[in-house]
């Protein structure tokens, strides 16, 4: 046994070492300044072909100011809010402390409590990688802070080096970004919305951050930054910081913050380009937002100048041909989302996210949610009857030519031969937007007229979480996905541009697909960050059916719904797509070159929510194949102007014909209707002058709209459809009762993940 005196002893040594590592440990830090943690550089972005597109970074937006500039009600802001002790206390929180490092040695999250010292000394380390060492030293520093530093330098260096969202690093440029006034300006009540951002701007910035969380929408952002408002003003006035005049006066009204403002360069195209490749990088390595924000990032993306800029001209010109806002109010707050991107790929070589920072337009729209596609989902459900047919092939897939009810205002049979019930137990109908007798038809000549009866029994038929899957491997993200009712069947999912452009391109490319991708190398300090090889090359559906998907889609162009992109003067093919009211219209088309998805829709720009384009454009409505086709086919042309025409794959014989599909099996629990008998059918490619006249090219009109039937996801619908792309932002889906979407991550970043 060890005596007393060793025991004693080594203890004594083993303090004493404890003591002078802690002394060699202090003496070796410095303290941190401000200045040097200001400093930032650009970013430069740079198009497909090397060149410089826009460098663009926070230089500009970051200026120190001294604590006399800084108001009162700001200081006591965070003081009451993140630490009441802040002019008493050390400047070090040990059990903070302690339980960051219990946490780091679990392998845990290092975050502990931090004193507004150590956050202080956190915002001055150009290095945030979560090490022991740099927890160790962060501590030292923060302790020597703490002794040598005055209270009110600590202060300041803290307001001055904090992240308060919208690039906006410290206080002065925190104040120009929200409120367009200077620190010293600042009210008490935007000082307390100031000091709420410190919990995190993404969560608490009532513009919403959805791109870098789902969950930052400007709703529930709103909520949060209010509560949090709110409180702070209240612990000011508790701690005896503001008195009962201010507060009453403070507390009165929230101050709602200015929106975004254009920057130096990021006008037209640029700033979505710059929003795509920006979320991209962030959801494809370990560069925090912090980290990318403080600059010298070279970042390389897929897209094409001469593309961008000739997708861009072909919105303008259909929307200076089309558009009289200045005339009709009923063409105010049309809006567009394009993207195009390569098949067998998955480079996004040109989007059109909206009419630019410069014109208060902050939403990427080829990056968004909300927008339904339409009947541009038919193809899905085509492609899902192709692979695995239907309860009554016996796995045996169908062939195109198959034949389904297509008359108007049918009953969607169950697969034991009973009828489909909403909600309150009604028989549900599905409506044609004509109530012309089509009988039973082929599914080929389903998809040239866009006729929605076949379709939806179809996808019941298939059963809808077939139609789910294949639509997921064909790109589309699962947090886009609307509900698995019959209306899912016609587009009541929201993904974004870049998801459906991506998502044809399998049909392209026989398919095989790869995730769309907007960034090919991230470098920094001359070193190439890791995360950004191409995405590969999967084969996410048989040749054979997106062959036969492409023929079908082919003849849409040439006979059916899409004829205005016959003008493009090649091998096209493509679906339109319109929805319930009118609410927004598609186009997606391709070559074996290029996929290019046009969505328009109209937004009320209070709240957001979708608006019918009933009478824009003079038209009764507009559907996909109208002003959609056009920009399409204007933005195709120049676009593969030099380009071969390779044409597509022959699309092989597949599938079983099956006729009259649909006809009860068992003995339905009633009698069908006599407009659901067997009817003449109209050949698969009717040619100008054929007896039966050929429907309008409109393909909605939904149970919502036609019936007045309805259920709580249950109900059906028509061409209601369903945006990142993303990963990300409004416009808001105007709730049906069938539907719904929770829209995308898609966009330009969460692409893999994400966006691209």
Not at 251 to 279: C, E, F, N, R, W
Not at 357 to 374: K, L, R, S
Request: aromatic residues 10%; charged residues 20%; negative net charge.
């Amino acid at each position: 046994m060890p005596s007393w005196k060793l025991v004693a002893g080594l203890c004594v040594g083993f303090f004493g070492g404890m003591v002078a590592v802690a002394g060699v440990g202090f003496a070796m830090v410095g303290i941190p300044s401000e200045q040097a943690a200001a400093r930032s550089e650009n970013n430069v972005y740079y198009w497909e072909d090397g060149t410089q597109m826009v460098a663009t970074g926070n230089g500009a937006n970051r200026q120190n100011v001294t604590i006399d500039k800084i108001p009162k009600s700001m200081q006591w802001a965070v003081i009451s809010a993140e630490n009441k002790t802040f002019y008493e206390d050390s400047g070090v929180d040990p059990m903070g402390i302690a339980r960051a490092l219990a946490n780091m040695a679990r392998g845990g999250d290092t975050q502990g409590g931090s004193t507004i010292t150590q956050q202080f000394v956190k915002n001055t380390f150009l290095s945030q990688e979560q090490t022991l060492t740099r927890k160790f030293r962060e501590m030292f520093i923060s302790i020597k802070v703490g002794s040598k530093m005055d209270k009110d330098d600590i202060l300041q260096g803290y307001l001055n080096t904090s992240y308060y969202g919208r690039g906006a690093y410290g206080i002065q440029a925190a104040a120009q970004t929200y409120y367009g006034k200077d620190a010293v300006e600042l009210t008490d009540s935007e000082c307390a919305f100031l000091a709420a951002l410190l919990k995190g701007p993404t969560y608490f910035d009532p513009m919403g951050n959805e791109s870098i969380d789902t969950s930052a929408t400007e709703t529930a952002n709103l909520k949060r930054s209010k509560y949090r408002w709110n409180w702070i003003l209240g612990e000011m006035h508790k701690d005896g910081h503001l008195s009962d005049a201010k507060y009453q006066e403070a507390i009165k009204k929230y101050p709602m913050p200015q929106g975004l403002k254009a920057t130096k360069g990021m006008t037209g195209q640029i700033s979505y380009l710059v929003d795509t490749a920006k979320k991209y990088v962030l959801a494809h390595s370990d560069i925090s937002q912090t980290q990318f924000d403080k600059g010298g990032y070279q970042i390389y993306t897929t897209f094409e100048k001469s593309k961008v800029d000739a997708l861009a001209k072909a919105v303008k010109k259909i929307e200076k041909d089309r558009l009289k806002p200045d005339e009709r109010e009923l063409d105010k707050y049309v809006q567009f989302g394009a993207a195009s991107v390569k098949p067998n790929d998955g480079a996004i070589v040109a989007l059109y996210g909206g009419a630019g920072y410069e014109n208060d337009h902050f939403t990427n729209n080829a990056d968004t949610q909300g927008v339904p596609v339409g009947s541009t989902w038919k193809p899905f459900v085509l492609a899902a009857a192709m692979q695995y047919g239907t309860y009554k092939s016996d796995g045996e897939g169908l062939s195109p030519m198959s034949k389904y009810n297509g008359d108007d205002h049918l009953k969607v049979r169950e697969q034991d031969g009973t009828y489909y019930l909403n909600d309150d137990k009604s028989v549900f109908h599905q409506e044609n937007e004509s109530d012309y007798p089509w009988g039973y038809i082929t599914l080929r000549k389903a998809m040239e007229q866009s006729i929605n009866t076949p379709f939806v029994q179809l996808g019941w038929d298939v059963g809808m979480r077939k139609v789910r899957d294949v639509a997921e491997r064909s790109g589309i993200l699962d947090a886009s996905f609307a509900t698995l009712n019959p209306s899912f069947a016609l587009g009541t999912s929201t993904p974004s541009a870049i998801r459906m452009a991506d998502a044809y391109a399998t049909f392209a490319a026989s398919g095989k697909r790869a995730d769309p991708y907007s960034v090919v190398a991230v470098k920094h300090n001359g070193k190439e960050e890791p995360g950004f090889t191409r995405p590969k090359v999967t084969q996410a559906m048989p040749a054979p059916i997106a062959n036969n998907v492409t023929d079908v889609l082919e003849n849409v162009i040439e006979n059916g719904t899409a004829q205005k992109a016959k003008a493009l003067g090649r091998t096209a093919a493509g679906k339109t797509g319109t929805t319930d009211e009118n609410k927004s219209a598609w186009f997606v088309g391709y070559t074996q070159q290029l996929s290019t998805s046009i969505a328009m829709f109209r937004e009320n720009p209070k709240d957001h929510k979708l608006l019918s384009m009933n009478g824009t454009a003079g038209e009764d409505s507009i559907h996909g194949g109208d002003v959609p086709t056009e920009v399409w086919t204007e933005y195709m042309k120049a676009a593969l102007k030099g380009e071969t025409d390779p044409g597509f794959p022959e699309a092989t014989e597949i599938g079983e014909v099956q006729d009259q599909v649909g006809a009860p099996s068992p003995t339905p629990s009633f009698t069908p209707e006599p407009s659901e008998s067997a009817t003449s059918t109209p050949s698969p490619t009717p040619t100008k002058g054929q007896g039966k006249p050929t429907p309008t090219a409109s393909e909605t009109c939904s149970v919502f709209e036609c019936n007045d039937v309805g259920g709580n996801g249950s109900s059906g619908g028509s061409d209601t459809a369903g945006t990142d792309g993303g990963v990300t932002s409004s416009p808001t889906p105007t709730p049906t009762e069938g539907g719904g979407s929770n829209g995308n991550g898609n966009g330009g970043g969460f692409f893999g993940g994400s966006t691209g």
